[in-house]
């Protein structure tokens, strides 16, 4: 798969799971071109997102089972 993202132009990836009352409900990536070099600790910044993501979708939840 990291031989296909190369070809298509896409250079360094992360990506951080969304949980969600333990369960997965996705995931979030990030993407840098070819020779581009991502942010140094931009793993921890988009757990931190998936984190407050994880936490409205919850609360959304909760809210609709009042």
Same mark, same amino acid.
């Given at each position: $798969?990291? !031989? &296909? /993202? ?5 250079? +360094? !990836?992360? !990506?951080?799971?969304? #949980? ?5 409900? *996705? /995931?979030? *990536?990030?993407? *840098?071109? %070819? =020779?581009?070099?991502?942010?140094? *600790?931009? +793993?921890? &910044?988009?757990?931190?997102? %998936? /984190?407050? $993501? @994880?936490? !409205?979708? =919850?609360? @959304?939840? %909760? &809210?609709? +089972? #009042?």
């Amino acid at each position: $798969m990291a !031989a &296909r /993202h190369l070809e298509q132009g896409y250079g +360094e !990836a992360v !990506a951080a799971p969304v #949980l969600v009352d333990g369960e997965i409900w *996705g /995931h979030i *990536g990030a993407y *840098g071109e %070819t =020779a581009q070099v991502l942010p140094v *600790g931009c +793993e921890t &910044r988009l757990a931190d997102f %998936t /984190h407050l $993501m @994880a936490s !409205a979708i =919850a609360n @959304a939840a %909760t &809210r609709d +089972e #009042l």
